[in-house]
């Protein structure tokens, strides 16, 4: 496996480089019958797409997504859904003398080492482009869930030193950073600016919560739900850490403190009056929120002077051109919304089978 | 699947509960001629072993492995090696009230949701001695990873607000908690004794370091080697958070700080200046150290009374009897280094048929 | 991977060797809540054990089963179930010159030229003892398939030039042979005692029918449930064809005799008036019967003199010793039955899906 | 799993139906410095096209390949390959009635039990088209293999009753049934004539070779070479039966007969004197040539009337229209070339790590 597919039944495979035709992706496993459009689609690549204001590449794509395969007559039936988005405004020249060396911070050298060459274009295969793929199966995948009443929403939780103070959703697509707080985003915004004026970058924490989740889907052991939410957002590049619930700072918590007490309430619901453990319990869900965050490294890709070295094994200086964001936090809100979405679902299509009455309800009285 | 394989090629597969008749592990794709013991085995068992001093449960277990298939004559044949611990001291009397209700903090409400009812006897199969299958795995992958140069190494950073100031290798293995600082490990060690004293528990963070590892290992996009790391620490029980190289602290870096330059030595060899990264770009090795970290939660079985439901749907207290670690840490240190080396194992033999220079070799040259 | 695992949901994972401690398998991703005894697996292995009549190897094996976990209180909790049947009567001396050379018509020159060298002892990982773990495994899968009503029968079609040519289900268990056609059963003997006689052996087809499967099982595509099922039998040691309905003998039908015509009955349910299909079409099964056969080699292993090389690539002429059946074909109808189920119970599970309808069924509506 | 992929690491995932937009693959784990271009790919396309000549259906396709992904400079860069093959004379209107019936010998009615509903224009993704996306990733495998000195032939072997007396490889391609005999496809061409005539269609046989396969390929147990081969096979549509070497004849061979001597030449190059196991031992290659073959069903689609029922659950007589081939034989002898260089492609890639030597070869002594 060269590892461009994610998931056990709801399973994505991508293809495609930052400077090739397209970048596209098949989603096989979507159970047949669910309405969907390419309109479904769209609105989550218009989410991430560049271009939309001044803290994003300059880089122009209308990042039209098309459907070709796996839809009729408006659902789904059950076949792969392959779906292309065509490449358009690709400055090759641009990124023409990064042939020749190895940028810091990306993965230049180590595709060099691991294929013995690369497609340097713009990143290749490892450029941000590869999100396209992600957020339009994602899409599906939350499709799908609110097909069950189950939500998900990511937003910007902080950037640099600059974190959220208060929580209003629907602030959240109202500020180009996708913070849930107006006062925060404007001083966001004042940091980045001034990393752009230094030709510099920053980074920031994305959260994804989760609501309406039901209880008892995930795996235990291996195929956790936290595991493989932790898979699924640190393949997104630039993430290098990753917490469900509380996360490190149960580290220094106590095991009375970060315990939660499991609680009946009058209408006989159940509930846990804390949730420290972020909706999941031994890899299972345990019907709370799901509450995960990402830690995304400032973009790699800065304009000011560095030292690397060339292929020639020689130590030199260069400066970056091309277009670059000076974060990659708030385009990433969608992406860490979509991976999340995708494991979701692929718990809970693998999860059907987890009790032989459930085998019995799909495959006996479904017939009757 | 149930999700208790983990792996393409570098495979395992665990099996039992605390209280069943052992814990078991099939580890498939080792490959043939690597001189394996079962004292190869014994000796990482040892250290995750309970009853070794006063901060680990109480419970006797000799924690013997039997290799019962997949060697001959010292060596590996290539084939399923087959290897079990059977269980000895089992207070299943100790469990019996657990039955009914559901202990914060613990998958005994969710194993329920998922299957209906659930083998309550010790945590059963989310119990911590599920572990030991992944250390009997692990020890394999540790072995052949040491016959390519590569060595693994975890320790115990930090317990509760104790975090180490220096690095002393040799000392890791002379203190219970496993810190490689020797006046963290007795700050640490009162800290504990603090916690039991109020029938409490308290969580830590756990780092290991991978030297040695050649560049070009791991896959781009979703088998990213960070990916498969990220899931593997938090597949085990308790792992809150995990981070890479600078983890959640590159949230509030620059590009230009965080970034690790390259550069070439007098005699030729590639290095980068800091490793910031963790010795991964883009998902690949670059041949830096690896750096990974694994926060974990309190136990959450702690003396004390606690607020919870039962199976009835009653409010109910609880104290929680049986025998308890006060932290996991320091035992969980051997669990977090045989993850790390099950993924590195996993990824090199993956890896090998990324480039059809290596495909040639192994096919072709090797028949001359 | 190195191949020892069968399943996407349904998933076993086999171990062992012939001349080993034991044989053994861990089954993932049954079920929870399907009743489950030791003596519901006993009764497969039984049918499959040495011994038992004069045309079987004369090694004395109770090949009596052990369940390690996974069930608890007589039922499959959802978590792995690890089974093993000991080794005990191992003649280990019988096979130490076939160490030496390799055999005709097995696995020890292929071994070698994959692993470098190999465990010699009985066959080692190719020994037909390996089956014990797919009918500990098909046992499971049987039972599961009972509980949705449907039954899997498997039977000796032919033997040698010796075809059944008349059908008493109730015969099956009566002869030494498996054939539900007591008069072929006889002339079959007389063949097989013959070729003892010679010091040779002879090959025959095993049959295996599918009742009341439902329809719209098994997948488009690569994962059609008859290549699911064409693999799980090829599988099997010694199987050199697989056919499923009238298999090859629809290369000389024409589409107008060979085409089933779907009828409706009185009562409105659904038949076709022919089964030339096996049971299935386009890989989805279709409420039909599944028939499936499976051609076997005659027992390469033959006390004939035979002509073959040593491993110091010297010509020599050898004679087999040990402890060999002169057919396979008997002993391999419950294997067949077991490899036929296990893709079923699969292929059910990974179907569940299919349709939304089915996911909203589950994990929706479940919990009201 | 939709089981729309196939393989370990050499790994194709296909897509498209026959009257959407086009037909596509992403092949992912194709080594990386294969030289790779589109004409690699339509070479092998052509030879399944249809119009070709009055055996074939008249639909005319052009089915020009794209790739969009995956090399660069004509090399592949280990990254996914994505081709796709756009439909173009699509006439839907030819299959408005179908929508209503369920076609005798097809998928209509299984995939209908299975997703609720179908797209029904041409058979959707049950059709024949779907082989396209086989034979484009079939075409890089086979392209690899050739870097490795092995090649793969297919060929028809038998086209109703009439069989090959006789065979000269250069004579495949000069007959429009891909026959390596003139005179057994000139009486073939016969037959083909009267069936469609009587508005009728045929079966056949085809056949396929492996030259220069190395010794030491497949897995042992489940992956086994042949297992693979045969589940490969029979997941093309039509395929009722699938034989290794001698195949079925085996079942009346004996011990002695059927087992192949080994030899060692006067050069020490190791053979053996016979090849009924068709060149595989134990699931694994034995260096000699690899022969199956895949018995194909006559084309379900015959324009004679015939009876079935329609969604209306009510008993009818059709006639069906539309462009089909009277035999799928001769334009399927391509796609089983390609199915079987798919397996061989795939295991000798997972078969790289079977021994620690070249573990050892590629990331230790590589790096020198």
Same mark, same amino acid.
């Given at each position: 496996?060269?590892?461009?597919?994610?998931?056990?039944?709801?399973?994505?495979?991508?293809?495609?480089?930052?400077?090739?035709?397209?970048?596209?992706? @098949?989603?096989? &496993?979507?159970? =047949?019958?669910?309405? *969907? $459009? /390419?309109?479904? #689609?769209? +609105?989550?690549?218009?989410? !991430?797409?560049?271009?939309?204001?001044?803290?994003?590449?300059?880089?122009?794509?209308?990042?039209?997504?098309?459907?070709?395969?796996?839809?009729?007559?408006?659902?789904?039936?059950?076949?792969?859904?392959?779906?292309?988005?065509?490449?358009?405004?690709?400055?090759?020249?641009?990124?023409?003398?990064?042939?020749?060396?190895?940028?810091?911070?990306?993965?230049?050298?180590?595709?060099?080492?691991?294929?013995?060459?690369?497609?340097?274009?713009?990143?290749?295969?490892?450029?941000?482009?590869?999100?396209?793929?992600? @957020?339009?199966? &994602?899409?599906? =995948?939350?499709?799908? *869930? $609110? /097909?069950?009443? #189950?939500? +998900?929403?990511?937003?910007? !939780?902080?950037?640099?030193?600059?974190?959220?103070?208060?929580?209003?959703?629907?602030?959240?697509?109202?500020?180009?950073?996708?913070?849930?707080?107006?006062?925060?985003?404007?001083?966001?915004?004042?940091?980045?600016?001034?990393?752009?004026?230094?030709?510099?970058?920053?980074?920031?924490?994305?959260?994804?919560?989760?609501?309406?989740?039901?209880?008892?889907?995930?795996?235990?052991?291996?195929?956790?739900?936290?595991?493989?939410?932790?898979?699924?957002?640190?393949?997104?590049?630039?993430?290098?850490?990753?917490?469900?619930?509380? &996360?490190?700072?149960?580290?220094?918590?106590?095991?009375?403190?970060?315990?939660?007490?499991?609680?009946?309430?009058?209408?006989?619901?159940?509930?846990?009056?804390?949730?420290?453990?972020?909706?999941?319990?031994?890899?299972?869900?345990?019907?709370?929120?799901?509450?995960?965050?990402?830690?995304?490294?400032?973009?790699?890709?800065?304009?000011?002077?560095?030292?690397?070295?060339?292929?020639?094994?020689?130590?030199?200086?260069?400066?970056?051109?091309?277009?670059?964001?000076?974060?990659?936090?708030?385009?990433?809100?969608?992406?860490?919304?979509?991976?999340?979405?995708?494991?979701?679902?692929?718990?809970?299509?693998?999860?059907?089978?987890?009790?032989?009455?459930?085998?019995?309800?799909?495959?006996?009285?479904?017939?009757?």
């Amino acid at each position: 496996m060269a590892g461009s597919s994610f998931g056990t039944i709801f399973r994505l495979t991508t293809w495609g480089e930052s400077h090739g035709k397209g970048v596209g992706v @098949v989603v096989d &496993g979507v159970p =047949a019958g669910l309405s *969907l $459009s /390419e309109e479904d #689609i769209q +609105v989550y690549l218009d989410r !991430r797409k560049p271009g939309q204001n001044r803290f994003t590449t300059k880089r122009k794509e209308s990042d039209t997504v098309q459907i070709l395969s796996g839809t009729f007559e408006g659902k789904t039936t059950g076949t792969p859904i392959s779906m292309v988005v065509w490449n358009e405004d690709q400055h090759s020249k641009d990124y023409s003398d990064i042939a020749s060396y190895y940028r810091p911070g990306h993965a230049d050298y180590t595709f060099d080492a691991k294929y013995g060459f690369r497609d340097y274009r713009g990143g290749g295969r490892s450029s941000g482009r590869e999100t396209i793929a992600r @957020v339009a199966a &994602g899409a599906i =995948a939350l499709k799908m *869930l $609110s /097909e069950l009443g #189950i939500t +998900v929403s990511a937003y910007t !939780r902080s950037i640099g030193d600059v974190e959220i103070q208060s929580f209003d959703a629907a602030e959240i697509a109202n500020n180009a950073l996708n913070m849930p707080d107006a006062e925060a985003a404007e001083k966001a915004s004042g940091l980045l600016t001034k990393a752009m004026a230094e030709k510099n970058s920053v980074g920031g924490v994305v959260e994804c919560v989760v609501h309406h989740m039901p209880a008892g889907v995930g795996d235990p052991v291996f195929e956790k739900l936290d595991a493989n939410l932790a898979k699924a957002l640190v393949s997104i590049g630039a993430v290098k850490g990753v917490e469900i619930g509380d &996360g490190f700072s149960v580290c220094t918590a106590t095991g009375l403190t970060n315990n939660d007490a499991f609680h009946v309430n009058a209408d006989g619901s159940i509930v846990k009056l804390t949730n420290h453990a972020g909706g999941i319990l031994g890899g299972i869900s345990d019907g709370s929120d799901i509450v995960v965050r990402a830690g995304f490294k400032p973009t790699p890709s800065v304009a000011a002077s560095q030292q690397t070295i060339n292929k020639d094994g020689e130590n030199i200086a260069i400066e970056i051109k091309g277009r670059h964001d000076p974060i990659v936090v708030a385009r990433a809100v969608v992406v860490v919304e979509c991976m999340t979405a995708l494991v979701l679902a692929d718990a809970l299509l693998v999860g059907m089978s987890a009790k032989l009455d459930n085998v019995k309800k799909v495959w006996a009285l479904d017939e009757k």
